[in-house]
């Protein structure tokens, strides 16, 4: 039975590949991933800095513990430092936050002391913390993240920093601005101001010290696939149309290649991100999406996070240091996007993260850049990144002849297939929101054949979004829905897998 059951799943990223494994396990044997790049992993990229291995897209399971599948599959397949694999790394708790040593440096060539921008760090880490409690309480006082640390800050400062000198007040204004465009980073916005305060606590972080894949993410990716059939996937193989609800077709679906096949399917999982999907969604389905799910798509968000390497000769930053902070000293304003974008565009670069062991990665940092800004430095030349980056850091470090050995970016704006990062819940949005992006195709209340379209992808997951293991917990749950929806499928047919 379930090997007459013809399933085509659009997108080879970790969704797309963890439904086709779940489906061919479970024993349905008619599965076909159509791709439209020439390789799987989507926002999986591992590439390389000469001998270097580094991550383009994912960086770090993010809450390494029992609970996290990415995390219990690389433990599986041996791709984590034993580190990563300890009770006590597991139990760690940072809330989803980057965590680290942290150096701050600041506009005016100088390292900050970290007792000095301390109470602005240990007010913000508050605020974030009750920006998530208002899911549960309801009646959010403004409508977006940024606006309510800005109001609150304003508040708080007047009392709690009331015996702190007017400059080192206005310092540490100042790094409420770097903080705010970390958040955009870590929530994949353009501003925190257009991250929605009602749903922020919708957002699940697990245990664990976020770890890394010593030999790539793309290694997941790898081992996934070795134990899917050969030919499975068909790469540089975009689909331009899914036929829907279509009576000629009977109860099958259709899905129209760009190159001009058109294959028939019992039942379609989509799993392009929800950029790709807010740009194409017009011409994506026939008949369109219905209203409520297209508002859905319309309303989330989805930015751009791109990061930029830079390696050096030798450390500007303390040899203990994870992670550096660049504190610029005239954003008392407590604001989160530049607006002289051309001239400016690098002051939303909030910092670097410091790539170890050393013995790995050299004198290696990750430089992050979230929003517009991000997508401006795209339409850059990597020399004009470079001239960018090298004045920033011989800014920020007073010395004049600090000089990178090499910079390569990102460009996850300008990825056709992507069209930016990842998702986050904006202004407006609520937990229906993202029902109504992981409902099924016809929606309910439907007389037509059910199941036609199904929907994966980090946007589609509930509390997991813009993750890896929400991700692939969302390529599960639809092909799990497909299972179900074939109970004739004997035991011992899936014993078989
Ligand atoms: C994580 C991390 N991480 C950094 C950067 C990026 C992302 N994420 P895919 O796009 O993979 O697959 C879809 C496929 O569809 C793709 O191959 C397309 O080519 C194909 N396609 C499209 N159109 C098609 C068509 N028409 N026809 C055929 N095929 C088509 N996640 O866990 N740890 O460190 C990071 C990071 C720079 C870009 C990340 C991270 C996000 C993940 O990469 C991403 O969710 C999944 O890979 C998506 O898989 P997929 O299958 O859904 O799509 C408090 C709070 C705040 C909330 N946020 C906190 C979490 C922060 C998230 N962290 C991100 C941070 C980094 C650094």
């Known amino acids: 039975m379930a090997g007459n059951v013809k399933i085509v799943i659009v997108g080879c990223g ?75 790394n597991q139990a760690i708790d940072v809330g989803g936050h980057p965590q680290g040593l942290p150096n701050f440096f600041s506009s005016s060539g ?21 920006c998530s409690e208002f899911q549960c309480q309801k009646g ?43 958040e955009c980073s870590i929530n994949g916005a353009h501003s925190m101001d257009e991250v929605g305060l009602g749903a922020f606590g ?30 499975l996937v068909t790469y540089s193989h975009p689909v331009q149309c899914v036929h829907w609800n279509d009576a000629k077709t009977g109860n099958s679906v259709m899905v129209e ?31 369109p ?20 390497f830079v390696e050096f000769d030798a450390p500007w930053w303390d ?12 954003e008392d304003v407590m604001v989160d996007q530049i607006p002289d974008l051309q001239r400016s565009w690098i002051k939303k670069l909030f910092g670097f993260t410091v790539l170890k062991p050393t013995e790995r990665y050299g004198h290696l940092l990750c430089g992050w850049i979230a929003g517009h800004e991000s997508e401006y430095m795209e339409t850059l030349s990597e020399q004009e990144v470079t001239c960018e980056i090298t004045q920033l850091i011989r800014r920020f470090t007073g010395n004049p002849t600090v000089t990178p050995r090499r910079v390569l970016r990102s460009q996850w704006f300008q990825e056709p297939w992507t069209c930016g990062s990842y998702s986050h819940l904006a202004t407006g949005c609520s937990e229906q929101d993202l029902d109504n992006m992981m409902e099924p195709l016809p929606p309910k209340g439907s007389n037509a054949p059910p199941l036609q379209v199904l929907f ?29 929806h074939y109970p004739s499928i004997s035991p011992s047919e899936l014993s078989k897998s």
């Not at 799910?293 to 751009?304: A, D, E, N, P, Y």
């Open 257 to 287: 290649c760009e190159d001009g096949e058109r294959i028939t399917a019992d039942h379609v999982i989509v799993t392009v991100p929800l950029g790709y999907l807010k740009k194409h969604h017009s011409t994506l389905f026939h008949p």
């Open 202 to 231: 919708l957002y699940k972080s697990l245990p664990g010290l976020d770890c890394t894949f010593p030999g790539g993410y793309e290694g997941l990716i790898k081992n996934l696939m070795s134990e899917l059939p050969d030919g």
């Open 456 to 484: 994966a992808g980090e946007a589609t997951h509930s509390c997991f979004f813009s993750t890896v293991h929400g991700a692939l917990l969302t390529g599960w749950r639809e092909a799990d829905r497909l299972i179900s």
């Open 14 to 88: 970790i969704s797309g590949v963890a439904a086709a494994h779940r489906l061919v396990k479970a024993g349905f044997q008619n599965v076909r991933i159509l791709e439209a790049t020439a390789r799987s992993g989507g926002r999986i990229k591992t590439g390389s800095l000469g001998d270097i291995i580094i991550e383009i897209g994912a960086n770090w399971i993010h809450g390494p513990c029992e609970e996290n599948p990415v995390f219990c599959l690389a433990r599986q397949y041996g791709l984590l430092d034993p580190k990563a694999l300890t009770p006590e």
């Open 319 to 330: 040899a203990d240091c994870e992670i550096i902070y660049l504190v610029w000293e005239d």
């Open 140 to 182: 959010e006082p403004c409508a977006s993240v940024g606006d309510f640390i800005r109001k609150e800050v304003k508040e708080r400062a007047a009392e709690k920093w009331k015996n702190i000198n007017p400059a080192t007040r206005c310092l540490l204004q100042c790094m409420i601005s770097n903080m705010l465009k970390a």
């Open 110 to 130: 100088w390292k900050l002391n970290a007792e000095d921008v301390f109470p602005a760090q240990e007010m913000f880490a508050e605020l974030m913390t009750e």
């Open 289 to 308: 999406l219905p209203l409520h799910k297209l508002h859905s798509v319309q309303r989330m968000g989805f930015g751009t996070n791109n990061k930029i």
